[in-house]
């Protein structure tokens, strides 16, 4: 039904922005690789859309690249696993990387996406057995250079807590930071340091 949103980014506040799209603001979930290649507040942006109706409410995801959201329709026709889950392995995992893991079943990587039991990982690596394919050799969404917004750690942490982490291991994965690292790039190294504990 919305299948793309271009507009004013207004707010980031991981995992969810707001973008004002004919005096309208929409708020939309994003995986953390969509939010560290977002431009700053107050710059245009145009985002690939996947939306939800369910009996809870309406819901509006958002997506850098055609192949991340195509990705996301796959992971939610997984049984078990639903949008937060479906962000999350976005999150933990580039496309080509998750593609790969899934080509190779690599349950052990799976696993390491906060969220993903050995069980789900299993049944994510039956159901989407050659579903990915395509996307095996396809380049994860770059990371926007020069992104100029204050380094707020309290705003990191909250962006982990989001992902499924606890503050234990999220802290853990902070020490890693310089205290002036931009928010985006410090959600994107602290990612990486969990992925390796």
Do not use: W
Request: charged share 20%; proline share 5%.
């Amino acid at each position: 039904m919305i299948g793309q949103i271009s507009g004013i980014l207004l707010e980031k506040k991981p995992p969810q922005i707001l973008i004002e799209a004919g005096s309208i603001g929409y708020e939309i979930d994003v995986p953390m690789s969509t939010f560290c290649s977002l431009p700053a507040c107050g710059e245009k942006v145009t985002l690939r859309t996947h939306f939800a109706v369910r009996e809870d409410g309406h819901f509006l995801y958002g997506f850098s690249t055609s192949e991340e959201r195509e990705v996301f329709r796959q992971l939610i026709k997984v049984s078990g696993i639903g949008a937060r889950t479906a962000l999350a392995v976005l999150s933990g995992l580039p496309v080509s990387e998750l593609a790969q893991a899934i080509a190779r079943q690599e349950t052990g990587r799976l696993m390491k996406i906060p969220g993903i039991g050995k069980k789900t990982a299993e049944r994510m690596l039956f159901e989407l057995r050659g579903k990915l394919d395509a996307f095996t050799g396809s380049a994860s969404p770059a990371i926007a250079s020069g992104i100029s917004i204050p380094s707020h750690s309290s705003d990191i942490l909250n962006a982990l807590l989001a992902l499924g982490y606890n503050e234990r291991e999220a802290h853990a994965a902070m020490k890693i930071l310089a205290e002036d690292v931009p928010v985006a790039e410090g959600i994107r190294l602290s990612l990486r340091q969990l992925a390796k504990m």
